[in-house]
């Protein structure tokens, strides 16, 4: 992960992830107001925790307000900073004719101390954070995430579906494009690999730290293997229609590598696309620790659906789905054997 101070995303990414802050709440000893079953701190509660004068924490609010109000702060005035008067009374210390006191949750109280960079309590806290969040998502994700992608309840039948596309497209070229079997595959495959993702089989292999024996289309997540598929497919048709058209001649690597790319190009595809990308290049980084440098402008925070999407309640075991799924796994991996 990168520094916190200076990377938004990664600030979003730690507190989109509910899991993580619970985990964290859990192990930080820290003096709060617990109102209507939420913490709450003041900006004086904030500066003595992290050892910083009030007039810091209250530039940082000023220089970050929208990022810091998105995660929770806000000003209590009118009948809120009545009712926070009554229930806390000398707690909070408040001026008796103050008409606005400046609140964190604790997301914006952690917030701020990714953000404070005069403060060694915020920097050890930013250390602390990033511990649990990795073991957090490594525990849920039941000790590993490079396959991750398997806990999305829509991976599977996708899976299922883009078997048969992938068959129509390596029956293609097998029939319809010049070239050595093994070679002609891996090098069409690559071709949409960068289309889609901006990066060929290898370059991913490194980017998520594969094994020759671990297949690349096992790690996609659903909306990228289902691009994918789109494109195999479309790819498919599109070379048998040539290869009709040019007498029944088979077509060269670069007559394919046109049609990927006129297929990029188009105007239908470019949304699934960028979807594809963003989701790859922002969920890898959360998940994977893995950066797509090819991918840096399509990165985004990941959202608390995401999070709950792969490590919460509505993901699925990744042992159970081994274990209910054991003869539909058999087939991917089959399909797999034949195209080598």
């Not at 509910?18 to 904030?46: E, G, P, S």
């Not at 490594?138 to 991976?155: C, E, F, L, V």
């Amino acid at each position: 992960m990168n520094d916190l101070t200076v990377s938004n995303i990664e600030r979003q990414n730690v507190l989109n992830n509910d899991y993580a802050l619970q985990a964290i709440q859990d192990n930080l000893d820290v003096n709060a107001l617990r109102f209507h079953d939420r913490l709450l701190f003041t900006t004086k509660m904030v500066a003595d925790f992290y050892g910083v004068d009030e007039r810091t924490i209250k530039r940082y609010v000023q220089e970050h307000g929208d990022e810091l109000r998105a995660n929770g702060y806000f000003l209590s005035e009118g009948n809120s900073l009545k009712e926070l008067k009554l229930y806390f009374d000398r707690d909070i210390n408040v001026p008796k004719f103050a008409r606005q006191l400046g609140v964190f949750s604790f997301r914006a109280f952690l917030n701020i101390g990714m953000l404070l960079t005069e403060s060694e309590r915020a920097k050890q806290l930013r250390t602390r954070i990033l511990d649990i969040v990795i073991a957090t998502i490594n525990g849920r994700a039941g000790g590993g995430t490079k396959y991750i992608n398997w806990r999305d309840r829509d991976y599977l039948p996708t899976a299922i579906k883009s078997e048969n596309y992938r068959k129509n497209f390596t029956q293609a070229v097998g029939k319809y494009v010049d070239g050595l079997p093994t070679y002609k595959y891996e090098q069409i495959t690559d071709l949409i690999y960068k289309a889609v993702f901006r990066e060929n089989a290898k370059e991913y292999r490194v980017v998520l730290r594969l094994q020759n024996e671990e297949n690349v289309r096992h790690t996609l997540y659903t909306e990228v293997l289902l691009c994918i598929s789109s494109f195999e497919n479309g790819v498919a048709y599109q070379i048998e229609r040539q290869y009709t058209e040019n007498g029944n001649k088979q077509l060269s690597i670069e007559e394919v590598r046109a049609i990927i790319d006129d297929l990029a190009a188009a105007p239908m595809m470019e949304p699934f696309i960028n979807d594809a990308r963003s989701k790859m290049a922002s969920r890898d980084v959360a998940f994977r620790d893995a950066w797509h440098g090819n991918l840096a402008e399509y990165l985004r925070a990941v959202t608390p659906d995401e999070f709950d999407r792969f490590i919460g309640d509505a993901s699925i075991d990744f042992d159970n789905i081994l274990e209910a799924n054991r003869e539909v796994l058999k087939r991917l991996k089959q399909a797999d054997d034949d195209e080598e």
